[in-house]
């Protein structure tokens, strides 16, 4: 039996597919130009230019007549031996989202993740029991995941954050889903009128922590301001966070490859490929620096070279704020902890430390904690990262 989503999701990934060959041959085609007319006048290099130029013509003229309709032709016959396998498309659909989902999200593409709270990887119901004898002192955690990841990589080898709270101190664990290739901003706002319309809801208040890995820390920050500004209620009833891995100050790997983006754009014959590096989603490049607001990147370039231009957040007030960062060396020295750190996002900027005290976080030192011989993933099922979480979450 074929499921609707499959339908929906060829299509998606037809409209994707066809788009990305004509990106590529439209990246192709100005290299070639660029060659020949650096080339000069010869002979040799005009009959080529004059052989390929209908070349390009016929592939763009064939995407096109498949992007207008002709796919679903080929949908109709293949979509029978579609099937679906949901642990398969859940991780595929959040690479694609979180790589390009801002261009999903603009070109209505099927493909799109829509931000929801999620339980066991269905759509929250306001109708679980969980919620309708709600009695008072109940906890919710809500689990925000990271960059290209999904709610449902909250379970690794077995062991989820949020399934052990509910069974070791009473947690009623909510996991976010959403499509982390937009503005980080994007999201902080989605996710404070998601958390308001949940809270309203509700029979009766409600204590809340989050826990928040890698970039679903700056969602977290950016909800929490963008709440603060619309005078959200949810905000009243937060109590904790807890950043995990969270790049606080941006990652290396990001601005290394605006670099890499701005090599590529200094010679012609290079100028075509770093498009490819443009591919990357308004997400990704959120996380050069950590922008956290509109006014990071709004009337900006997001590909060119700025610098650090973000507005200060503080960490939010009224609530108790953790962090904890790894390191994969198993000894501490500068270019383990400052320049590798866990593989995405070194120590300094996990625990929030910055030069300029404008930007630098504030948090405890009782509030920070640093694991050794751990990576970025290990944060979701190591017991001392647990262990920890469990013990700030008595306080």
């Known amino acids: 039996m074929t499921n609707i989503k499959n339908v929906s999701d060829l299509r998606g990934t037809g409209s994707l597919m066809i788009s990305a060959i004509i990106g590529a041959t439209k990246i192709i085609e100005d290299l070639h130009h660029t060659i020949l007319n650096l080339a000069g006048k010869l002979s040799v290099l005009h009959l080529?230019?004059?052989?390929?130029?209908?070349?390009?013509?016929?592939?763009?003229?064939?995407?096109?007549?498949?992007d207008g309709g002709g796919i679903d032709t080929v949908l109709n016959k293949v979509v029978p031996l579609f099937v679906k396998k949901v642990s398969v498309r859940e991780t595929v659909?959040?690479?694609l989202n979180g790589v390009l989902g801002d261009y999903l999200a603009a070109s209505n593409n099927p493909l799109t993740i829509s931000m929801q709270l999620r339980r066991n990887g269905e759509p929250?119901?306001?109708?679980?029991?969980?919620?309708?004898?709600?009695?008072?002192?109940?906890?919710?955690?809500?689990?925000?995941h990271g960059a290209c990841m999904n709610d449902l990589h909250w379970n690794k080898r077995g062991h989820d954050h949020g399934a052990d709270l509910a069974r070791d101190m009473g947690y009623i664990p909510i996991y976010l889903y959403y499509?982390?290739?937009?503005?980080?901003?994007?999201?902080?706002?989605?996710?404070?009128n998601l958390m308001e319309t949940f809270i309203n809801k509700l029979p009766q208040p409600i204590e809340i922590v989050i826990i928040a890995h890698s970039m679903g820390g700056f969602v977290s920050r950016s909800a929490c301001h963008y709440g603060k500004l619309d005078g959200?209620?949810?905000?009243?009833?937060?109590?904790?966070?807890?950043?995990?891995?969270?790049?606080?100050?941006?990652?290396?790997?990001?601005?290394?490859?605006?670099?890499?983006?701005?090599?590529?754009?200094?010679?012609?014959?290079?100028?075509?490929?770093?498009?490819?590096?443009?591919?990357?989603?308004?997400?990704?490049?959120?996380l050069r620096y950590g922008n956290l607001l509109d006014n990071d990147w709004k009337g900006r370039d997001r590909f060119k070279k700025s610098g650090d231009i973000r507005v200060s957040v503080p960490l939010p007030d009224g609530v108790q704020c953790y962090t904890m960062a790894v390191t994969i060396v198993r000894k501490s020295n500068n270019?383990?902890?400052?320049?590798?750190?866990?593989?995405?996002?070194?120590?300094?900027?996990?625990l929030g430390c910055h030069e300029n005290t404008d930007l630098k976080l504030l948090f405890p030192e009782n509030h920070q904690w640093i694991g050794r011989n751990m990576n970025h993933m290990d944060f979701l099922n190591q017991?001392?990262?647990?262990?920890?979480?469990?013990?700030?979450?008595?306080e």
């Not at 929250?124 to 925000?144: C, P, Q, T, V």
């Not at 017991?383 to 008595?394: C, F, G, M, P, Q």
């Open 48 to 66: 080529t230019k004059g052989i390929t130029e209908p070349i390009y013509r016929n592939i763009h003229a064939v995407c096109k007549y498949f």
């Open 93 to 95: 659909l959040s690479i």
């Open 124 to 144: 929250l119901s306001m109708d679980d029991k969980l919620f309708s004898n709600l009695e008072s002192g109940s906890k919710l955690a809500l689990m925000i």
């Open 179 to 192: 499509n982390t290739g937009l503005h980080i901003s994007e999201n902080g706002k989605l996710l404070s």
């Open 232 to 286: 959200h209620t949810w905000l009243n009833y937060l109590r904790k966070l807890v950043f995990l891995g969270t790049p606080h100050h941006g990652s290396p790997l990001e601005r290394w490859g605006n670099r890499i983006d701005l090599l590529l754009e200094k010679s012609p014959y290079s100028i075509p490929f770093s498009r490819l590096g443009k591919i990357r989603s308004a997400g990704v490049t959120d």
């Open 335 to 350: 270019i383990g902890d400052n320049f590798i750190g866990d593989g995405l996002v070194t120590l300094n900027s996990a």
């Open 383 to 394: 017991s001392e990262v647990y262990e920890t979480i469990k013990r700030w979450l008595k």
